[in-house]
């Protein structure tokens, strides 16, 4: 009633022999990729020591120092802060999936200090975050 399948199927690879990369060497890649885009938008802000200490971990991960320089956006300085919240954010949610604490604690530094720079000074009498 069936045909036997005369071809190998297009799902299996024919050449095995092509290198994998482990899963935690494609986070250390996933990690390295938004450090460095976080080190990008840093040095945009003019952060030199937390762009130093960013660079560091890239460094680690990739085994090599990032090219650094200062692609100037001409975007405001707050939508540089919300931008870097959010690559600092990624960055920790895959430097905790690695186990990788001395990234997810740099991450979470960086998340505080893009939160604090965008609540801008508090009012008199106010604490800055409280809703």
């Known amino acids: 009633m069936y045909e036997p399948i005369r071809s190998p199927s297009v799902h299996t690879p024919a050449d095995a022999d092509f290198p ?3 899963r935690e060497e494609e986070l250390d890649i996933q990690l390295a990729g938004h450090l460095a885009a976080l080190l ?5 802000l003019g952060l030199g020591a937390a762009g130093d200490r960013i660079a560091e971990q890239v460094a680690r991960l990739r085994g090599a120092p990032p090219a650094r320089h200062a692609g100037l956006t001409d975007a405001a300085p707050a939508d ?6 959010a690559l600092a954010g990624r960055a920790l949610l895959v430097a905790a999936s690695r ?3 001395t990234a997810a604690i740099l991450a979470a530094i960086r998340m505080d200090a893009h939160t604090a720079a965008l609540a801008g ?3 008199s009498g106010q604490l800055v975050g409280a809703h």
Request: hydrophobic share 30%; aromatic share 0%; no cysteine.
């Open 40 to 44: 990008a938008v840093t040095d945009e």
């Open 121 to 123: 000074p508090a009012p």
């Open 80 to 85: 540089l802060h919300r931008r870097a919240h």
């Open 99 to 101: 186990a990788d604490t």
């Open 20 to 22: 994998h990369r482990s």
